[in-house]
């Protein structure tokens, strides 16, 4: 599999930026930025506008599932529109569960599963009332969860089935019918769907899981690289070092590198890249895109060395002359547009001038600033910037993505 993101009727991914989540559901790609969900589709990408900032996402064969700061939506991406939503009024949204039986886990006060269809409800032990940590099912209704250091899973209408002793958990993922994974200081517990836990042997990232759809394999992280683990059986069944996070299944594992900023698939392939994190201006046409060791302007590309430590980079301004630099410190440079460096210095007062957008183009206000209006027609993007560029219009956000919208 590879995917195309050649012009077409969709907007057209140039630079993915540094998402809030990524993932696979099987056949898709998808991520979030701020209230915004995108995937790729027929070459090009869809967006689809959130009602609120997105807290988590489950790729599911039923489609997108996203839990917000206000509650819960389930995104068809076939037809592009909101399915099933749930408002929360009050209590904490948990987590939310895709597929037919998409259901909300709240805390008001004691935790309770309700179900979208028909409104009908599954209790919970009072033993979850106590629970550490607790996650419901990536699909299906049920949940499991850790009362004090026993580990339990239950199934819609089912008696809760202790999976074991956990002493110490750091941290619980949940994917398919009830598959598990938890965090111990030096070593992590597996549970495959109607499977008893077993010992991994080694430390894992839980909170890093991506399970597969019929949750018997989990992509996780660990110190060097990513795991891929048989939960059933509490194997590794193989692993790619490096600088990777897991992303799921589309077909097969699919995990980003972040220095890069591609999508690897399986074998090492790039299914797309762009998925990295750049601070970005243009000037006069040429797209000035700076990380946290270089400048890149088109194929060029050559070293700042301005940032030090734990220092990020804040402000990226461009004119006939080249591009200057400053970072959250406070530490600035000036580059000619061959990499010549014209100055450098710390404390300079660096102001960005108010960007000036195209004719015929708004960007949304504060009341729905994931919008972008061009010519009348409203489409779902998180812009602070829009450019003319041949004949697309470019659109930017603050964390380094790069649309162009066609026309």
């Known amino acids: 599999m590879r995917l195309s993101l050649a012009a077409g009727p969709l907007p057209r991914l140039i630079a993915a930026g540094v998402p809030d989540w990524i993932g696979a559901d099987g056949t898709r790609i998808g991520w979030s930025v701020r209230d915004v969900l995108f995937w790729f589709d027929g070459g090009g990408i869809v967006s689809h506008q959130l009602p609120d900032f997105v807290d988590d996402v489950w790729a599911g064969a039923t489609g997108w599932t996203c839990a917000t700061a206000s509650g819960a939506v389930v995104v068809d991406p076939v037809a592009n529109a909101a399915g099933r939503s749930l408002v929360v009024d009050e209590g904490e949204p948990l987590g939310v569960l895709p597929g037919a039986d998409c259901v909300l886990v709240l805390s008001v006060p004691e935790h309770a599963l309700l179900r979208l269809d028909g409104g009908a409800t599954v209790e919970i032990p009072d033993a979850a009332t106590r629970a550490k940590f607790a996650a419901p099912f990536a699909t299906g209704v049920g949940l499991v969860w850790i009362d004090l250091d026993l580990l339990y899973r239950l199934t819609a209408g089912g008696i809760p089935q202790c999976l074991g002793r956990v002493p110490a958990a750091t941290a619980l993922a949940v994917g398919p019918g009830g598959a598990a994974l938890v965090s111990l200081t030096e070593d992590v517990v597996c549970a495959a769907p109607r499977r008893v836990a077993v010992r991994l042997g080694q430390a894992v990232q839980a909170d890093t899981a991506r399970f597969s759809p019929d949750g018997r394999r989990v992509l996780v992280a660990d110190d060097e690289g990513v795991l891929e683990v048989d939960l059933g059986e509490g194997k590794v069944l193989r692993r790619w070092d490096g600088a990777l996070t897991p992303v799921g299944y589309a077909p097969g594992p699919v995990r980003w590198d972040w220095v890069s900023g591609a999508l690897l698939d399986e074998d090492h392939q790039h299914l797309a ?78 102001v960005a001038p108010e960007a000036r957008l195209p004719k015929g183009v708004a960007l949304g206000g504060a009341d729905d600033p994931s919008a972008v209006v061009v010519a009348g027609t409203t489409w779902a993007l998180p812009a602070d910037g829009a450019w003319r560029v041949g004949g697309d219009l470019w659109i930017t956000t603050e964390e380094g993505m790069v649309v162009g919208l066609p026309g």
């Open 273 to 350: 890249e762009g998925f990295v994190c750049t601070v970005m201006t243009m000037f006069e046409g040429k797209v000035v895109r700076v990380d946290s060791t270089e400048v890149r302007v088109g194929e060029a590309r050559f070293h700042h060395g301005l940032v030090e430590g734990d220092d990020e980079m804040d402000v990226v301004l461009a004119d006939a002359e080249g591009v200057v630099l400053q970072t959250l410190d406070g530490a600035a440079a000036a580059f000619s547009w061959e990499g010549v460096e014209r100055w450098r210095e710390r404390g300079r007062e660096v």
